[in-house]
């Protein structure tokens, strides 16, 4: 069975940091990207990164390039972001996808083949 388990989200001040984490099992991990999603309330969901798990080929969207990092670690199956200088509008839940194969941008959320559950992240100015 797939499984996208994310965790480590919660309530912080704006300025804040966040690592959240997205533990895969059930499928080939180094055959898949993983990415990070996000909806906030009454907005279509967004991406905000992605990493291939192949070579590690990291990928940003642009508003999100230099206070967000993504990382894995194969050996666990794990993928994170780090949130960093968080801000209100970073307020959303945040899902964690996988897409078979590797990517070369963050890939549209249709595309993503498997999706975690969610986990909330709540910035307060």
């Known amino acids: 069975e797939v499984q996208l388990v994310e965790s480590g989200g919660g309530l912080v001040q704006a300025g804040g940091s966040l690592r959240l984490s997205c533990a895969a099992s059930?499928?080939?991990?180094?055959?898949?990207?993983i990415g990070w999603f996000r909806q906030a309330p009454g907005k279509e969901r967004e991406g905000v990164s992605c990493?291939?798990?192949?070579?590690?080929?990291?990928y940003y969207a642009d508003s999100r390039k230099g206070r967000f990092t993504i990382s894995s670690d194969n050996a666990k199956t794990t993928v994170y972001l780090q949130m960093n200088s968080l801000k209100p509008e970073d307020t959303a839940v945040y899902y964690c996808?996988?897409?078979?194969?590797?990517?070369?941008?963050?890939?549209?959320?249709?595309?993503?083949?498997?999706w975690g559950k969610g986990t909330l992240v709540t910035v307060s100015s």
């Open positions: 996808a996988a897409l078979f194969g590797s990517v070369v941008a963050v890939p549209n959320s249709y595309d993503m083949d498997y």
């Open positions: 059930g499928f080939t991990f180094d055959d898949y990207a």
């Open positions: 990493i291939s798990s192949s070579d590690g080929s990291t």
